[in-house]
């Protein structure tokens, strides 16, 4: 029996749409797109139709930037930060994060430290949002860039980035927004922003495969060196059947986002009224309704999910799932150890069956209750 998926922040099933526009260039259409032949040349124009799907979910085309793809968010982000921030004068060598970020995030900025830069990571709050009027303390005119994320991974919190973007555009700094969990789901103010990193597998594309979105006027030191195939700054073959992917998601985004977020919301709210006793982790209200993280006292998350094998859900990121350390996201709201060991991360979306959700849950119930009931 294949396990029922609640694991939607890992990583999405591959939409049978993107799987179809894949396959071409997978078997009889596999040139290399930047070779100079017809065959190249029709691999090339894949990629730009993918280009402008992308770009079109980003509804990008009021705003003048370009959409440079990679091999996922984490090299989106990676390029984002230390092209940037290489870039910059002296007197701007400071970047301000949030201690929620992804790991992407964090362990960059925890890089760029060592070789010179100012770093600073705002606390949140105990919902998990970050304080605006500190924000407003700490962006001053020494920034460079600003990196914040739209939703986050394991709490699925919504922070307001417009407004951080807007206290950075006010200091003259940079604003890298890390969309990788918002795109489709909930608004993303690109008028804001001047750095957008995106990738395929968390909306139902491929893995390996992931954009960065660039405002006109920005410029990026390259982060990869060779032959300079993605507008002479992002060096490395593309893979057109990986773009096809993602264009095919992004275009789904786009066609599907009133349907999808129904369904999703109507999951939600089965999901809350079916957990009785359990406590959610973040805000109730500012939140991205597909990412539910909760946790009942007395329950030991990482048993639970070896114990309830018929469902496939986490505790926490997928990204530190072997580091053996409770989630940073968890400490940064102020729980503990052992609240953050009671912890589970609930993902669904467009592809989740009310009634497999229900058997889930009632799955989990009665695996915490024997929990509970042996330690009693």
């Keep these: ?177 890390d969309a990788v969990q918002g795109l489709g789901r909930v608004p993303l103010p690109l008028d804001s922003c001047d750095l957008v990193a995106v990738t395929a597998h968390k909306v139902h594309g491929p893995k390996g495969v992931g954009a960065l979105w660039v405002r006109d006027g920005v410029i990026l030191d390259p982060l990869l060196h060779g032959g300079g195939q993605e507008g002479g700054i992002r060096s490395g073959t593309l893979s057109p059947a990986l773009c096809a992917g993602l264009g095919a998601a992004a275009k789904l985004l786009s066609e599907r986002a009133e349907e999808d977020h129904a369904h999703v919301v109507k999951l939600a709210e089965t999901a809350r009224a079916r957990m009785q006793g359990w406590i959610l982790n973040g805000s109730p209200v500012e939140r991205y309704a597909g990412n539910l993280n909760i946790r009942r006292t007395g329950v030991d998350a990482a048993r639970l999910i070896a114990d309830v094998r018929q469902v496939a859900f986490s505790a926490g990121s997928a990204c530190a799932s072997g580091s053996g350390r409770t989630s940073h996201v968890l400490r940064a709201i102020g729980l503990d150890d052992a609240e953050a060991r009671s912890s589970i991360r609930l993902g669904f979306g467009r592809y989740t069956k009310e009634d497999e959700l229900i058997l889930a849950l009632d799955l989990i119930n009665e695996a915490a209750e024997r929990q509970l009931s042996l330690a009693a």
């Design 1 to 177: 029996m294949t396990p029922i998926y609640l694991d939607y922040q890992a990583t999405t099933p591959l939409a049978p749409e993107a799987a179809e526009a894949m396959r071409p260039w997978l078997d009889e259409k596999f040139a290399n797109p930047h070779s100079a032949h017809r065959l190249g040349r029709e691999a090339a124009a894949a990629v730009e139709v993918a280009r402008e799907q992308v770009s079109a979910a980003l509804q990008a085309g009021k705003e003048g930037g370009r959409l440079f793809f990679t091999s996922g968010a984490t090299e989106a982000i990676n390029w984002a930060l230390k092209g940037a921030l290489s870039r910059l004068p002296d007197s701007r060598r400071r970047v301000v994060t949030l201690a929620t970020e992804h790991a992407a995030v964090l362990d960059t900025v925890e890089w760029l430290g060592r070789m010179g830069v100012e770093v600073d990571v705002l606390p949140v709050g105990p919902d998990g949002l970050v304080d605006l009027d500190l924000a407003a303390s700490r962006i001053d005119d020494r920034t460079g860039l600003v990196a914040a994320m739209l939703v986050n991974n394991e709490i699925g919190v919504v922070q307001p980035v417009a407004q951080l973007a807007e206290l950075a555009r006010d200091c003259g700094a940079l604003f890298l927004c």
